[in-house]
Protein backbone atom coordinates (compact mmCIF):
# COMPACT_ATOMS: atom_id res chain seq x y z
CA UNK A 1 0.00 0.00 0.00
CA UNK A 2 1.61 3.68 -0.95
CA UNK A 3 1.83 5.81 1.45
CA UNK A 4 3.01 9.47 1.96
CA UNK A 5 3.60 10.69 5.69
CA UNK A 6 4.75 14.44 6.15
CA UNK A 7 5.94 16.21 8.97
CA UNK A 8 7.80 18.98 9.84
CA UNK A 9 5.14 21.59 9.97
CA UNK A 10 4.21 23.89 12.65
CA UNK A 11 4.43 27.67 14.03
CA UNK A 12 7.60 29.43 12.68
CA UNK A 13 8.14 33.35 12.99
CA UNK A 14 8.00 35.68 9.93
CA UNK A 15 11.79 35.20 8.33
CA UNK A 16 12.08 31.47 9.86
CA UNK A 17 12.95 28.75 8.21
CA UNK A 18 11.27 25.00 8.44
CA UNK A 19 12.16 21.38 6.58
CA UNK A 20 9.32 19.55 5.71
CA UNK A 21 10.06 16.16 5.60
CA UNK A 22 7.77 13.54 3.30
CA UNK A 23 8.10 9.54 3.96
CA UNK A 24 7.47 7.33 1.55
CA UNK A 25 6.62 3.67 1.25
CA UNK A 26 4.23 0.72 -0.72
CA UNK A 27 6.00 2.02 -4.26
CA UNK A 28 9.85 2.36 -5.31
CA UNK A 29 10.22 5.85 -4.80
CA UNK A 30 13.67 6.68 -7.06
CA UNK A 31 11.05 5.90 -9.91
CA UNK A 32 8.70 8.77 -9.70
CA UNK A 33 8.56 12.47 -9.60
CA UNK A 34 7.72 14.11 -6.60
CA UNK A 35 5.78 17.63 -5.76
CA UNK A 36 4.56 19.39 -3.00
CA UNK A 37 1.20 21.10 -3.33
CA UNK A 38 0.47 23.72 -0.25
CA UNK A 39 -3.37 25.52 0.66
CA UNK A 40 -3.76 28.60 2.76
CA UNK A 41 -6.79 27.88 5.16
CA UNK A 42 -10.02 28.68 3.05
CA UNK A 43 -8.41 28.94 -0.32
CA UNK A 44 -7.92 26.48 -3.35
CA UNK A 45 -4.48 24.93 -4.23
CA UNK A 46 -1.16 25.96 -5.28
CA UNK A 47 1.75 23.71 -6.76
CA UNK A 48 4.84 24.55 -4.99
CA UNK A 49 8.06 22.00 -6.23
CA UNK A 50 8.49 19.19 -8.14
CA UNK A 51 11.64 16.98 -8.31
CA UNK A 52 12.14 14.11 -10.29
CA UNK A 53 12.85 10.45 -9.40
CA UNK A 54 16.84 11.08 -9.43
CA UNK A 55 16.64 14.04 -8.55
CA UNK A 56 18.49 15.96 -10.75
CA UNK A 57 15.39 18.47 -12.12
CA UNK A 58 14.07 20.88 -9.85
CA UNK A 59 10.78 23.18 -10.67
CA UNK A 60 9.61 25.60 -8.23
CA UNK A 61 6.98 28.41 -8.37
CA UNK A 62 7.89 31.86 -8.61
CA UNK A 63 6.02 32.52 -5.05
CA UNK A 64 8.63 30.18 -3.49
CA UNK A 65 11.63 30.33 -6.31
CA UNK A 66 14.78 31.34 -3.80
CA UNK A 67 13.23 30.60 -0.59
CA UNK A 68 12.32 27.19 -0.99
CA UNK A 69 14.45 24.07 -1.68
CA UNK A 70 13.30 20.62 -2.64
CA UNK A 71 15.75 17.61 -2.24
CA UNK A 72 15.02 14.09 -1.82
CA UNK A 73 16.68 11.25 -0.60
CA UNK A 74 16.18 7.94 -2.14
CA UNK A 75 18.01 5.96 0.14
CA UNK A 76 15.85 6.62 2.65
CA UNK A 77 12.49 6.94 0.79
CA UNK A 78 12.09 10.45 2.34
CA UNK A 79 11.22 13.90 0.18
CA UNK A 80 11.97 17.24 1.55
CA UNK A 81 11.28 20.89 1.59
CA UNK A 82 13.37 23.36 3.19
CA UNK A 83 11.84 26.50 3.37
CA UNK A 84 13.41 29.93 4.51
CA UNK A 85 12.47 33.20 4.63
CA UNK A 86 9.18 32.52 5.56
CA UNK A 87 6.08 35.27 5.42
CA UNK A 88 2.63 35.35 6.16
CA UNK A 89 1.56 34.27 2.68
CA UNK A 90 3.78 30.44 3.36
CA UNK A 91 1.08 29.90 6.17
CA UNK A 92 -0.77 26.85 4.90
CA UNK A 93 -1.35 23.20 4.82
CA UNK A 94 1.94 21.24 2.30
CA UNK A 95 0.88 18.25 0.85
CA UNK A 96 3.62 16.07 -1.21
CA UNK A 97 1.98 14.10 -3.79
CA UNK A 98 3.34 11.41 -5.25
CA UNK A 99 3.03 11.62 -10.11
CA UNK A 100 2.87 8.42 -11.72
CA UNK A 101 3.03 9.89 -14.88
CA UNK A 102 5.30 12.71 -16.66
CA UNK A 103 5.31 15.32 -14.05
CA UNK A 104 1.62 15.94 -12.22
CA UNK A 105 -0.59 13.05 -12.52
CA UNK A 106 -0.05 13.17 -8.76
CA UNK A 107 -2.36 9.10 -7.85
CA UNK A 108 -1.21 9.66 -4.02
CA UNK A 109 -0.89 12.39 -1.57
CA UNK A 110 -0.31 12.47 1.68
CA UNK A 111 -2.41 13.93 4.48
CA UNK A 112 -0.80 17.25 4.96
CA UNK A 113 1.34 19.60 7.77
CA UNK A 114 0.42 22.51 8.67
CA UNK A 115 2.61 25.52 8.41
CA UNK A 116 1.88 28.49 10.35
CA UNK A 117 3.47 32.08 10.07
CA UNK A 118 3.17 34.40 13.14
CA UNK A 119 4.74 36.30 15.21
CA UNK B 1 2.02 30.81 -16.10
CA UNK B 2 -1.07 29.42 -17.74
CA UNK B 3 -3.80 30.85 -15.83
CA UNK B 4 -6.99 27.86 -15.01
CA UNK B 5 -10.43 29.81 -15.11
CA UNK B 6 -12.70 27.11 -13.48
CA UNK B 7 -16.59 27.97 -14.07
CA UNK B 8 -19.18 27.84 -12.33
CA UNK B 9 -17.91 29.39 -8.82
CA UNK B 10 -20.28 27.06 -7.19
CA UNK B 11 -23.23 24.34 -8.41
CA UNK B 12 -25.70 23.54 -6.45
CA UNK B 13 -27.79 20.19 -8.39
CA UNK B 14 -29.95 17.34 -6.65
CA UNK B 15 -28.81 13.52 -6.26
CA UNK B 16 -29.21 11.76 -9.83
CA UNK B 17 -28.77 15.39 -11.65
CA UNK B 18 -25.83 16.15 -14.19
CA UNK B 19 -23.23 18.19 -13.14
CA UNK B 20 -20.83 19.84 -15.98
CA UNK B 21 -17.81 21.97 -14.60
CA UNK B 22 -15.65 24.08 -16.59
CA UNK B 23 -12.07 24.64 -17.17
CA UNK B 24 -10.46 26.77 -19.53
CA UNK B 25 -7.02 27.52 -20.00
CA UNK B 26 -5.21 31.26 -21.00
CA UNK B 27 -3.27 29.43 -23.73
CA UNK B 28 -3.22 25.64 -25.09
CA UNK B 29 -2.09 23.01 -22.86
CA UNK B 30 -2.63 20.14 -25.33
CA UNK B 31 -4.06 17.24 -23.66
CA UNK B 32 -2.15 17.66 -20.34
CA UNK B 33 -4.91 18.52 -17.45
CA UNK B 34 -6.34 17.02 -14.91
CA UNK B 35 -8.97 16.89 -12.88
CA UNK B 36 -9.09 16.26 -8.60
CA UNK B 37 -11.40 16.48 -6.04
CA UNK B 38 -11.21 17.67 -2.80
CA UNK B 39 -13.21 17.11 0.25
CA UNK B 40 -13.43 19.10 3.57
CA UNK B 41 -10.49 17.95 6.12
CA UNK B 42 -8.97 15.69 2.90
CA UNK B 43 -6.39 15.45 0.55
CA UNK B 44 -7.39 15.88 -3.15
CA UNK B 45 -8.24 13.02 -5.04
CA UNK B 46 -6.91 12.29 -8.93
CA UNK B 47 -10.38 11.80 -10.71
CA UNK B 48 -9.39 12.22 -14.57
CA UNK B 49 -6.06 12.99 -15.99
CA UNK B 50 -4.75 13.64 -19.37
CA UNK B 51 -7.98 15.56 -20.29
CA UNK B 52 -10.46 11.74 -20.28
CA UNK B 53 -8.87 9.26 -18.78
CA UNK B 54 -10.61 8.06 -15.44
CA UNK B 55 -7.84 7.53 -12.69
CA UNK B 56 -8.08 4.05 -10.68
CA UNK B 57 -11.23 3.33 -8.88
CA UNK B 58 -12.91 6.52 -10.32
CA UNK B 59 -16.62 5.65 -10.75
CA UNK B 60 -17.70 5.90 -14.54
CA UNK B 61 -19.97 8.27 -13.63
CA UNK B 62 -17.11 10.95 -14.03
CA UNK B 63 -15.82 11.90 -16.88
CA UNK B 64 -13.45 14.30 -18.63
CA UNK B 65 -13.42 15.94 -22.50
CA UNK B 66 -11.54 18.69 -24.15
CA UNK B 67 -8.10 19.54 -25.87
CA UNK B 68 -6.26 22.64 -26.17
CA UNK B 69 -7.77 25.58 -23.87
CA UNK B 70 -11.75 24.14 -22.98
CA UNK B 71 -12.04 21.17 -20.96
CA UNK B 72 -15.04 19.96 -18.98
CA UNK B 73 -15.81 17.49 -16.18
CA UNK B 74 -19.56 15.77 -16.27
CA UNK B 75 -20.58 14.02 -13.00
CA UNK B 76 -23.64 12.45 -14.89
CA UNK B 77 -25.56 10.92 -11.82
CA UNK B 78 -24.77 13.19 -8.82
CA UNK B 79 -23.85 11.22 -5.49
CA UNK B 80 -24.54 12.49 -2.56
CA UNK B 81 -20.66 12.02 -1.74
CA UNK B 82 -20.05 13.72 -4.62
CA UNK B 83 -20.38 16.86 -2.31
CA UNK B 84 -16.91 18.36 -2.79
CA UNK B 85 -14.67 21.21 -4.33
CA UNK B 86 -13.16 20.12 -7.94
CA UNK B 87 -10.15 21.67 -9.14
CA UNK B 88 -8.28 21.27 -12.51
CA UNK B 89 -4.78 21.03 -12.98
CA UNK B 90 -2.24 21.84 -16.06
CA UNK B 91 1.09 19.82 -16.61
CA UNK B 92 1.72 21.41 -20.11
CA UNK B 93 3.80 24.63 -18.88
CA UNK B 94 5.94 25.32 -15.81
CA UNK B 95 5.13 26.19 -13.05
CA UNK B 96 2.21 23.89 -12.87
CA UNK B 97 -1.59 25.53 -12.48
CA UNK B 98 -4.40 24.70 -10.55
CA UNK B 99 -7.78 26.32 -11.26
CA UNK B 100 -9.56 28.22 -8.72
CA UNK B 101 -12.01 25.20 -7.67
CA UNK B 102 -15.63 24.72 -8.49
CA UNK B 103 -17.71 24.00 -5.40
CA UNK B 104 -20.69 21.47 -6.13
CA UNK B 105 -23.27 21.11 -3.82
CA UNK B 106 -25.94 18.40 -3.10
CA UNK B 107 -29.44 19.68 -2.38
Known amino acids: EVQLLESGGGLVQPGGSLRLSCAAS????????MSWVRQAPGKGLEWVSA????????YYADSVKGRFTISRDNSKNTLYLQMNSLRAGDMAVYYC????????????WGQGTLVTVSS | EIVLTQSPATLSLSPGERATLSCRAS??????LAWYQQKPGQAPRLLIYDASNRATGIPVRFSGSGSGTDFILIISSLEPEDSAVYYC?????????FGGGTKVEIK
Open chain 1, 97 to 108: AKAFSGWANFDY
Open chain 1, 26 to 33: GFTFSSYA
Open chain 2, 27 to 32: QSVSSY
Open chain 2, 89 to 97: LQRSNWPLT
Open chain 1, 51 to 58: LSGNGGNT
